[in-house]
């Protein structure tokens, strides 16, 4: 198992915001966590990445416990959650600020022994950039991208990482529906090309059922439901769970 959680638990004072979540995530996946707005799947993120330190429970990374590790040193252990870095180097283009980031991910790690660092760095910019399809926008300024592009930025720096997992939480969010498929279409192929394991918190349920391997559904902290698209959509208690809120979900369940 790449990732594998096992009775997490985390209370922000009187907020129990983890509730005993034990989820496995195999090596190569593709996996959605999804629940209604304040359900913890952001706190989950900041669970497993070493953001916040959980109450109770493990965290078993490639074999690892990695409960209180900091977040660096899981990043460095490989894994990487895209947070919105683009505007942090605003004067940068995108082929720049990925050279950057390959750099500086090489130089924590074994070729910082290579004499020749820089081509290669180019090399991995460039395969970052044609792998997100950022071809034309390579020469741009990180500020003058559009939000999407700024985000498939954010994804592309956290690649150079060259992580095991990658995090994503909402990829499309403030997307309208045709950059929205545009992103997550570029998810899907960056995951199938990189074989890693991606885990992905999204509200778009048509995204989530079209995509995701397995769905895990998180409310009130706690999994109400673990599935493939067609065992969630026909759950009860998650059909119950979106009821009167603004995700659509019957929608999206349709009589398809
Ligand atoms: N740092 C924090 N301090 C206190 N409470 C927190 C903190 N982070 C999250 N919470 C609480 O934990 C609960 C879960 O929040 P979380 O952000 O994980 O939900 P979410 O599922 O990501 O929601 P959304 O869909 O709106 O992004 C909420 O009640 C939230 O207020
Ligand atoms: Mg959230």
Known sequence: M??????????FGGVHATRNVSIDFPAGSLTAIIGPNGAGKTTFFNLISGAF?????????DGQDIVGKSSLEIVRLGMMRAFQVAEIFPSLTVNEALTAAVIS?????????SRFPVPEAQTSAEEIIELLGLEDKADTLSRNLSHGDQKLLDIGLALAMQPKVLLLDEPTAGMGPDERWRM??????LWSVKKMTVLFIEHDMDIVFKIAQ???VLKYGAVLATGTADEIRRNQDVIDA???????????????
């Open 214 to 216: 397995q769905i895990h």
């Open 53 to 61: 330190r959980p109450n109770s429970g493990k965290v078993i990374f």
């Open 105 to 113: 991910h090489q130089r924590k790690s074994w070729t910082f022994m």
């Open 242 to 256: 979106y009821l009167g809120t603004d995700h659509h979900l019957s929608e999206a369940i349709g009589e398809t």
């Open 2 to 11: 790449m990732l594998s959680v096992q009775n997490l638990d985390k209370r």
């Open 184 to 189: 997550i279409g570029k998810v899907q192929h």
